[in-house]
């Protein structure tokens, strides 16, 4: 079958050709985790198996149910920064069931919904893991997929049937918390989420400026909201006024190229939350800032340039941030339950996966892939 001309592959993937998955399955092994892997930078994922270490003193096994498509997992399955360890295993917004746990292991027990975020390890000895911020762990935490695991092994992420997670790692999804929609929370809902509270962003009646509505924003939108902030979504795209406005109940959207809507907005917003990844210029946004108001960026664009006037002028920040700890995820997925914050999201079996990350690539999706994989991957 031929692929789509206009598809972002790099030129000497123009054509990649689709895996005949069914011969590819008849040829795997024995080992005891079935996965979907990329083998190269083309970033095609195809049935691979391979061992999950044993269930050690400190871990729990799960069973995962559903897992997220993060952008992240495009970043490392086409190897864009250069460093993918293939064969790559994605996926780090991950739930699942437990099915064993080690001696040691005091906060879960068979049967219980958990989840497993970005990472699975950090030294648990440092200034960072000791305030339970250990994404930001002096030794580096461990990342789910790409990471090197504590048995030397490359970690390999939740687009697989089961996983072996230190207990610290892992997060109690609360009861009756649909575990589909539980999923975004684990990357998307924690990277909005934490600079949230960390700048103090649930004041009810404050002014929120969301910037782009894919998974982030609408996780930001959903968060204002829940914190009785007044919320302005800004995006590129009129298409996308009418969900913001109805269905995300954003107060206000705004077309960034409309000067005229900007400058109607000048220093009238508490807060910013910026989570687009393309480039995109800061003065304007800056200037829609109170006295002492934030701009908070979770994209990732080429680079932050602005003028200093934009920072002294107001006394206004810039302050950035990357998912967050394991004491505030659990407190973030409890607020979710006690407050009904679900994300948006697209259910997708594991066979739509390669069609999947093409279209988010495409930012066409509402708003988060979470792929079946209890249902589709057997
Ligand atoms: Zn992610
Ligand atoms: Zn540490």
Known sequence: MLMDPKDPYPKHYANPPKPDNSKMEAELGHENCLAWAARNETGI??????????VGEDDISLKIKYCGVCFADVVWTRNKHG?????L????????VVTATGSNVKGFKVGDHVGVGTYVNSCRNCEYCDDFIEVFCSKGATLTFNGIDSDGTVTKGGYSNFIVVHERYCYKIPDGYPLDKAAPLLCAGITVYSPMMRHRMNQPGKSLGVIGLGGLGHMAVKFGKAFGLKVTVFST????KEEALNLLR???FVISSDKQQM????????YIIDTASGDHPFDPYMS????GGVLVLVGFPS???????????GAKSISGSMTGGTKETQEMLNFCATNQVYPEIEVINIHYINEALERLIKRDVKYRFVIDIANSLN
């Open 89 to 96: 295993v994605p996926g780090h917004e991950i739930v699942g």
């Open 303 to 313: 680079e932050v340039r602005l003028l200093p006037i934009s920072l002294n002028m």
């Open 237 to 240: 795209s009129e298409s996308k």
């Open 288 to 291: 829609l800032l109170k006295i």
């Open 250 to 252: 954003a107060d206000n």
């Open 263 to 270: 400058m109607s907005l000048t220093k009238s917003l508490d």
């Open 45 to 54: 994922l195809s049935p691979y198996r391979f061992d999950r270490r044993s």
């Open 83 to 87: 460093d993918s360890m293939y064969p």
